[in-house]
């Protein structure tokens, strides 16, 4: 666990500080699009649209966002999500997944399924009534579904399995969950959950590359 939140920490000062390096590679190595799982780190506005008090759609969230807005995203202009997506060269802003007035280029570029207060321990998100990570991935089976219909299956394809997937989880089950309930998990079963469920956010892939597939399967074994 503490591994991958190492992990994360890097790529993220990595995808931030290395902006330029990273510009000039992508006009080489586009990326179609990119897709974010998480918590309120990433959350560019899920929970506008969700029943919880895990929002950021209020002062003084967003008041250096163009226009002061409060969109959504728990930070006082753009998220980590928008980052990551504007230094792989795809876009500005991240739009969420659940935002109803999304168009179709929007969709084919990639959006956000993060929802703040979630975790990767089911009894995480329950607590605020965020969008669980099984919930999150079924969301993304879903887009598949509606790009497919849009787009047809060959570049639906090409756009799942070129994207950058992104995931941001765990704080809230350090910070909210373990400490108020009993420890079910050790650090090592812990582990292993996160392993179950990167291997059934694989699952959703239509296509796996092969290294990826083996690169799961050492770790899982
Ligand atoms: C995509 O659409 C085609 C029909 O155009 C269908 O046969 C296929 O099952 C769909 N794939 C997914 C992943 O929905």
Redesign the pocket.
Known sequence: MATLHVLFACILALLICSAAAAESYNKKNQVPAVFVFGDSLVDTGNNNYVHTIAKGNFPPYGRDFAGGRATGRFSNAKGVADYIAQVLGVKQLLPPYLDPSLDLQELLTGVCFASAGSGYDPRTPQKMNAIPMMTQLNMFKEY??RI??SV??ER?QEIISQSAYIIFMGSNDLTNTYPTVDYRYTEESYTDLMISLALDFHKVR?EPEPDQLQCYNEIAN
Do not use: L, Q, S
Request: charged share 10%; proline share 25%; hydrophobic share 25%.
């Open positions: 598949i579904k497919n219909a047809g299956p639906t239509p």
